[in-house]
């Protein structure tokens, strides 16, 4: 006879999760991959961009260096995106 | 021969060629509707590819871009980040979309998130927020060819008439030929828009300024506030900045038109290829409407509608020919979205609501039918929103991502299995608390201490979300093991 449990003892865990979680990477590449991409993208971001990297000099292939900080760091994004997709690591 | 009409001549051209992709793509359909929907799930990586792109820059990008460096400077690079962002989401998170709706056959966002939490409430819930924010999206777009048309004409179409003209060119291709006429014309319009923005904003600024180095050196001579950060107005603050790329990465991808193209991919590989490639175009293109914005500030000072910037700079500085092609350019960009987002909320509208509420029996033309009768309806709302205000398009884009960004605690719960499930409650509470929110922090006070609207509203629905799903019953561990196993085995292999 099984008895049926009520729902939030259905959401504990004698439900054990059926699966490891997706969020952290399993494997070398893709770990490598996700750290490349997240250190990167976050010196994109403030407060970087609003703090010692907000100026228009010195100017960086005669661009202001503000556009061209963060055109070198979405360059090098792209990079590590398709280096991922070539590795597989998706 | 007088300019506005050479230069609107060659609009109604590329319009004319539009309408013919669409009677062509109408004589290839092959009938039923996961060909009229969803292009029978056969899209390759180059159609993919300009779909996506073609798809994702719109009138936003031609225009509004345009205007917000115009009036903002340069924070408006951030839009570099969140574009770059939405290739990583693509590849990852687009894979699994695409490998669950090619396993258990979802046509719409609905069926997917609907299947997994085993509830109705949340497809009708999923349904009606993907519509009715999308539909501010609509009016960007609809705005957007108002305003080429009714500039390119030196107005004397005025920019009602110009509107609703474009809106019905883009419904009658999409109720012809469908997805497949969607995707025909993206691939034309996505290559034009790309040629065109950079054509006309490298011929500007050497016209204007001998060259972009040298535009740059008077932008900073001149208006250097332009140039920093937080810009002229204060507007990119770091609060602004993180919230704008996050409501403009995920917010954009989780709006249906962009969602179901991932179940249109032929295989995974196209998909990871796809987001690792997109980058390329979508974050190059806001380098040419850096250019114009911010050299328009120095030629065209006090534009009282800033979004018109490029048109009228190529109005008064370029050939009229080139005017044209180039503003046929911006009208692709914005009706390859248009249609992709009519084309959206059909399917929605159609699937989710009609077919499974309405009439659920009838056969693949009915549907195909209403289909097409919906898209009357939409395009009218559209028209009737762009003609009566005339918001920044940039804040109207804004506010449709931060809608759609709601949906993210939900389609997360289903495609990244973790310890933790989330439930049908938790996301129907987290998505009740996450729009209250959106409205409090968009309309009543927006923007409180400075943080984007739209992530109140993530932070607030990801928190109930969580909360609630802790003190209520996942879904089935059926349903656990089937699309969780789904993924486990298509990323890992197991």
Redesign the interface.
Known sequence: MTTEKP??Q??RAD?A???????RP?TRTGRKATIA?VLL?LL????W??GPF???EPWLL???F??AY??VL?LA??GV??W???R?A? | MQPWIISTGLIFAYLALALILGALANRRLQGGLEDFLLYGRKAGFVMLYLTVVATYHSAFAFLGSGGFFYTHGIGFWASGGWTVLVGAITATLGCRIWALGKRFSYITPADMLADFYESEAVRVVTALVSVVFTLLYIQVQAQGLGYILSVASGDQIPFELATLILLVIAALYLMAGGLRAVYWTDVVQGIWMYVAVWGGALLLSYRLFGGPLQLWRRVAAERPDLLTLPGPEGLFSPGMWLGMTIVLSFGIILQPHILIRYYTAASARTIKLLGATTPLFLTTLFMPAALVGLGGALVLPGLELPDRIFPELLFRFAPAWLTGLILAGATAAAMSTLDSILHANMTVLTRDIYQRYWRRDADEQHYINVGRLIVVGLLLIGFLLSVSSNQFLVILTTLSGSGALQLLPAVLGVCYPSRRLVSRWGVLAGLATGLATLFCTLVLWPHPWGLHGGVWGLLANWTTCWLVSARTAPPSRATVRRIHGELESFVYGR
């Open positions: 729902p939030d259905e959401n439900s999760p059926l699966f490891r979680s997706h969020y399993r991409f993208f994109a971001q403030p407060p961009v609003h907000n100026r228009i005669g661009v202001p503000l556009y963060l055109s979405y994004l792209m995106l398709i991922a997709a070539w597989n998706f």
